[in-house]
């Protein structure tokens, strides 16, 4: 018995044409699943109060960048990771130096860079000397001999004699500071991924 196969022309478009329904469906799920997943962390960045700046570092890229394949993946990242991880992590910090950590308090201002000032620059920047007071309760302090002024800055006193001469506290000082977790990154990320499936049915069928 002689048996023979043919192949339909229109099958073989049909296939053709699923494939194609099949990769623009992945490719379509993770740009969706990417771009919710970046709206969701900018969500939790801001949320916390950690500024429209910091949440804007968060980026998405899905790949390949042009095309569709039934391969395609995605990426989330920040571009400032160190922060970020930072608040994601709540981790531990002490001083690289093994000794202090400089806190400025509201006397102390910013930094020119933007940030927190450091003891070298307030000192460059004033034109004055801190004094260190070591306290066994509670942080130890840099503190300066001088005024503040109407924004509460400390600064160096204009009286020659003396007279309202104060110590401002300019810094705190402590060995160690154990930061607040203030974002759940995975849990978004988590979120995503699982959503991924479904977000790829959805767009097959509705690419038919």
Not at 13 to 31: D, F, G, H, W, Y
Not at 153 to 174: E, H
């Amino acid at each position: 018995m002689r048996l023979n196969l043919d192949i339909d022309p229109d099958l073989v478009a049909m296939m053709a044409a699923e494939i194609k329904a099949a990769e623009r469906a992945v490719s379509t799920a993770m740009r969706v699943a990417a771009t919710g997943l970046k709206t969701d962390w900018r969500g939790q960045i801001t949320g916390a109060g950690l500024g429209r700046r910091l949440a804007n570092s968060i980026r998405s890229q899905t790949y390949p960048k042009a095309g569709d394949s039934l391969s395609a993946a995605a990426l989330v990242w920040s571009n400032a990771p160190v922060i970020v991880d930072a608040h994601d992590t709540g981790p531990l910090i002490r001083s690289k130096d093994g000794f202090w950590l400089a806190i400025p308090t509201a006397a102390a201002g910013r930094s020119l860079r933007g940030g927190r000032i450091t003891p070298g620059e307030w000192e460059r920047r004033r034109g004055m000397r801190l004094r260190f007071i070591y306290r066994r309760r509670g942080p130890s302090l840099l503190v300066a001999e001088g005024r503040l002024n109407a924004r509460g800055l400390g600064v160096a006193s204009r009286s020659k004699t003396g007279r309202g001469v104060t110590t401002v506290p300019i810094f705190l000082l402590v060995p160690q500071v154990k930061l607040r977790k203030r974002l759940d990154l995975a849990r978004d990320a988590a979120r995503a991924q699982a959503a991924v499936p479904g977000l790829i049915v959805a767009h097959w069928v509705d690419g038919r």
